[in-house]
């Protein structure tokens, strides 16, 4: 069976200060990893995913993320946060090998203030 | 840029009533998924369709239905609504099957409210 964990409901940083969001996950296999990001009143929006190759993947809006097999995480982050980064943020995985669709995470509401 | 619509972004409908929620994506993909989303509970898969007359149970299926007769067209049904109904329903869709099945693309949302 295939998981993921946010353990974080609720993260706050002051603008221009470095973000992390946290994701740890559990497959059989190898793991197929995203992030989504979901603005208020919104769908959500792919910000970047991890495959295979570089453990260090950069997205969309200056996010990029890490890939730690040994610790199963892939954690976002962002050097630098802006007030408009404030939203909701998903971690999802599916199992490489099957035919089995995303699990999402339960997601992680990020506030940077001003 | 990958489009997928849904038929209302607001609905309110009362205890029994049957409902119809509408998906369209016009990129040509196999896959197809309706999603619930819930504060504290993230987004639950409802059910999903690999291809056209294909379903396939998600975690949540009770009380719901779906039809995929086109493939760009993806159909969530209600049978007869109820108050715990009441969430933020969400389609998406990908490109490919299996292993190779991509990055899914989310509609905007329908906002559903079972009085």
């Known amino acids: 069976a295939q998981s993921v964990a946010q353990p974080e409901d609720q993260v706050n940083v002051a603008e221009g200060n470095p973000l992390t969001v946290k994701c740890t996950y559990s497959?059989?296999?190898?793991?197929?990893l995203f992030w989504y990001v979901q603005y208020p009143n919104r769908g959500l929006q792919f910000l970047l995913k991890?495959?295979?190759?570089?453990?260090l993947v950069k997205g969309s809006y200056g996010f990029e993320a890490e890939f730690n097999k040994s610790q199963t995480s892939f954690h976002l982050k962002k050097p630098s946060a802006l007030v408009s980064d404030s939203a909701l943020y998903f971690c999802?995985?599916?199992?490489?090998?099957?035919?089995?669709?995303?699990?999402f995470g339960k997601g992680t509401r990020l506030s940077v203030i001003a | 840029d990958v489009k997928v619509t849904q038929s209302s972004r607001y609905l309110v409908k009362r205890t029994g009533e049957k409902v119809f929620l509408e998906c369209v994506q016009d990129?040509?993909?196999?896959?197809m998924f309706w999603y619930r989303q819930d504060p504290g509970l993230g987004l639950r898969l409802i059910y999903f369709?690999?291809?056209?007359?294909m379903k396939e149970k998600g975690d949540i299926p009770e009380g719901y239905s779906v039809s995929r007769e086109k493939k760009e067209r993806f159909s969530l049904i209600l049978e007869s609504a109820s108050t715990n109904q009441t969430s933020m329903y969400l389609c998406?869709?990908?490109w490919g099957r299996g292993a190779v099945a991509d990055t899914q693309y989310f509609g905007p949302g329908t906002r559903l409210t079972v009085l």
């Open positions: 999802a995985v599916r199992d490489l090998k099957g035919n089995t669709p995303l699990v």
């Open positions: 990129m040509d993909h196999e896959n």
């Open positions: 369709s690999y291809d056209v007359k």
């Open positions: 991890y495959i295979t190759g570089d453990n």
């Open positions: 497959v059989s296999g190898n793991p197929y």
């Open positions: 998406a869709s990908s």
